[in-house]
């Protein structure tokens, strides 16, 4: 009888050492990934564009030609660069402004009190190549996109210029007309060659149905907007 006895205690104690598999909801509820970030200075992934290919440089800098996501915000910032763009630089712009209406007032060469008065945010200020003027503004309009892939916690940023905006204007305005809040929209993104630039094509392909996993994105959203709505801008964002 002892023998069992001590034979069935050992086999307890040995089920008991056992290690249990987390997933990564066990480890978030053990450690906070905000806190994580504290002491660093951090900004958002980045995708850009390789204009002369069509293709997305992802932020691992793996290329793609098309990416599925859920678009999490959306914002039309600014910027004025007096320099040119130059490859591989990573400025930022001598005036700008985070909403497409009201300059940062800190700017380093403020232009004007507001973007829509301002000159060098008119057709026909845009300078080519040979130093003569061009058909475009001076100032650069942008979308700002920020996109959270598959299961995703942290939103990509993907920033496109201005040939982009009315496509994007388009795509938002018919995903409203149907009553579908964007953020829980599935959505291809993909680019079609223009000229020498690459403009952006966004398909809807699917929707969030899990009350769950909407709330998430909900929570996301308000979590990461400060971020998303208000880090500088940065010359090489929109890519080549």
């Given at each position: 009888?002892?023998?069992?006895?001590?034979?069935?205690?050992?086999?307890?104690?040995?089920?008991?050492?056992?290690?249990?598999?987390?997933?990564?909801?066990?480890?978030?509820?053990?450690?906070?990934?905000?806190?994580?970030?504290?002491?660093?200075?951090?900004?958002?992934?980045?995708?850009?564009?390789?204009?002369?290919?069509?293709?997305?440089?992802?932020?691992?800098?793996?290329?793609?030609?098309?990416?599925?996501?859920?678009?999490?915000?959306?914002?039309?910032?600014?910027?004025?660069?007096?320099?040119?763009?130059?490859?591989?630089?990573?400025v930022p712009p001598q005036c700008s402004s985070l909403d497409g209406r009201?300059?940062?007032?800190?700017?380093?060469?403020?232009?004007?009190?507001?973007?829509?008065?301002?000159?060098?945010?008119?057709?026909?200020?845009?300078?080519?190549?040979?130093?003569?003027?061009?058909?475009?503004?001076?100032?650069?309009?942008?979308?700002?996109?920020?996109?959270?892939?598959?299961?995703?916690?942290?939103?990509?940023?993907?920033?496109?210029?201005?040939?982009?905006?009315?496509?994007?204007?388009?795509?938002?305005?018919?995903?409203?007309?149907?009553?579908?809040?964007?953020?829980?929209?599935?959505?291809?993104?993909?680019?079609?060659?223009?000229?020498?630039?690459?403009?952006?094509?966004?398909?809807?392909?699917?929707?969030?149905?899990?009350?769950?996993?909407?709330?998430?994105?909900?929570?996301?959203?308000?979590?990461?907007?400060?971020?998303?709505?208000?880090?500088?801008?940065?010359?090489?964002?929109?890519?080549?």
């Amino acid at each position: 009888m002892s023998n069992k006895k001590e034979t069935k205690e050992v086999a307890v104690k040995e089920e008991a050492v056992v290690p249990v598999e987390m997933n990564k909801e066990d480890m978030q509820s053990l450690f906070s990934l905000r806190e994580n970030l504290d002491g660093i200075t951090p900004r958002l992934p980045t995708i850009k564009i390789a204009h002369s290919a069509q293709m997305f440089i992802m932020p691992d800098g793996k290329k793609v030609e098309t990416f599925t996501g859920l678009l999490l915000d959306m914002s039309a910032p600014n910027g004025w660069w007096e320099e040119k763009y130059v490859p591989g630089e990573n400025v930022p712009p001598q005036c700008s402004s985070l909403d497409g209406r009201h300059p940062d007032m800190m700017s380093e060469k403020l232009q004007c009190k507001t973007c829509k008065e301002c000159e060098k945010n008119q057709f026909g200020t845009s300078v080519k190549e040979d130093g003569s003027r061009g058909n475009g503004k001076a100032c650069k309009n942008m979308k700002r996109l920020h996109i959270i892939i598959g299961n995703g916690i942290i939103p990509y940023r993907l920033t496109t210029s201005a040939t982009s905006i009315s496509a994007i204007d388009l795509y938002i305005s018919l995903i409203t007309n149907e009553g579908f809040p964007y953020q829980l929209v599935e959505t291809e993104f993909s680019l079609v060659a223009k000229d020498t630039y690459s403009i952006l094509v966004m398909k809807k392909v699917g929707h969030i149905t899990d009350m769950v996993r909407a709330g998430q994105i909900k929570k996301m959203a308000m979590s990461y907007k400060s971020m998303m709505r208000g880090e500088e801008i940065l010359s090489d964002e929109t890519g080549e």
